[in-house]
């Protein structure tokens, strides 16, 4: 299947500060990527649908302001948590891909001291 | 999309098949069946889909009852490898957006 990779795969950070992920299709285009967030012993709750070239649309609930959503290029997808506070600690997922299956990248665990 | 219910942990002797159920009562005509698998603190992997017909591949088959109401994973021959949590996921087809709503799963767990 298509390989999605996540930079970085964890990530440490203090309160307060900002944190940018990023999402890249290695071997496809996708115009279309999502971005879910995972608490321990949860399942995956969709954050958001990036879309390449226009803003990204938000699951309710989801501050927009907070999570910061680019897809400036059919490879790359990027998601900024800002200010972030310890509540925001978490894994956070991408996946991009075709009508019938989509590829999910390996996973950024986020830790806000 | 339609809801699915899945019990939510199940164990399997390794060799031997293991059958997850799942049940998506409120199905669509258009919704599809997913499955897909994710071992822990990993992303989720594809399985397989179906829409009324069983399907088979390299992985699993899938069997979907003739009402559509509920449906089967099988791992024909399952190693502690195939340990992960199972998501049964229905979507529309033709529809506007590709994503994945994730319900709880079941936790599949393989015993030597």
């Known amino acids: 299947g298509a390989v999605v990779s996540q930079h970085p795969s964890w990530v440490i950070c203090k309160s307060g500060t900002s944190v940018k992920i990023e999402c890249r299709s290695l071997?496809?285009?996708?115009?279309?990527m999502f971005w879910y967030r995972q608490f321990p012993k949860q399942s995956l709750m969709l954050m958001a649908t990036s879309n390449e070239g226009s803003k990204a649309t938000y699951e309710q609930g989801v501050e927009k302001d907070k999570f910061l959503i680019n897809h400036a290029s059919l490879t790359l997808s990027t998601l900024t948590v800002t200010s972030a506070h310890p509540e925001d600690s978490s894994f956070y997922i991408c996946s991009g891909g075709g009508y019938n299956e989509q590829f999910f990248g390996p996973g950024t665990r986020l830790t806000v001291l | 999309d339609a809801k699915t219910t899945q019990p939510p942990s199940m164990d399997c002797a390794e060799g031997r098949a293991a059958n997850l159920p799942c049940n998506h009562s409120?199905?669509?005509?258009?919704?599809?069946v997913y499955w897909y698998r994710q071992i822990h603190s990993q992303g989720p992997q594809y399985i397989i889909h179906?829409?009324?017909n069983n399907e088979t591949n390299e992985m699993a088959s899938l069997i979907i009852t003739e009402d559509r109401k509920s449906s089967t994973l099988i791992l024909p021959h399952a190693t502690l490898r195939d340990t992960a949590v199972y998501y049964c996921?229905?979507?529309?087809?033709?529809?506007?957006?590709?994503?994945?709503?994730f319900g709880t799963g079941t936790l599949l767990a393989v015993q030597p």
């Open positions: 071997d496809f285009q996708a115009t279309t």
């Open positions: 409120t199905i669509s005509g258009n919704e599809y």
């Open positions: 179906g829409l009324k």
């Open positions: 996921i229905v979507r529309v087809a033709g529809g506007a957006t590709n994503k994945l709503i």
